[in-house]
Nanobody, 120 residues
């Protein structure tokens, strides 16, 4: 089993910055993708940013130029730096990983979520 533990988040004023981190642990054979999703009240969970093991990144259009995802493969950790936050960025942010626990067994894993609240 693989566990994802998030840290960071909290309350910030509009225009401010926050950083999130997420560390994976457990029976990790390899991690393909790591990233962040978010879910606002009454909304579906949506991709914020993701980074694969080869370094490729994918960002939601709404965060391009403001958020930066980075990853430390040696530490199985993914980070999200969020700048110029606005009220629409408010939500629960979930860490995500697609990982192999054995050479032929992969699954999608989720963190417990961390609240980000941007006050206007």
């Amino acid at each position: 089993q693989i566990q994802l533990v998030e840290s960071g988040g909290g309350l910030v004023q509009a225009g401010g910055s926050l950083s999130l981190s997420c560390a994976a642990s457990g029976s990790i054979f390899s991690i393909v993708d790591m990233g962040w999703y978010r879910q606002a009240p009454g909304q579906q969970r949506e991709l914020v940013a993701a980074k694969n093991s080869g370094g490729g990144t994918n960002y939601a259009d709404s965060v391009k130029g403001r958020f930066t995802i980075s990853r430390d493969n040696a530490k199985n950790t993914v980070y999200l730096r969020m700048n110029s936050l606005n009220a629409e960025d408010t939500g629960v942010y979930f860490c995500y990983a697609r990982a192999y626990s054995a050479y032929d067994k992969w699954d999608d894993y989720w963190g417990q979520g961390t609240q980000v609240t941007v006050s206007s």
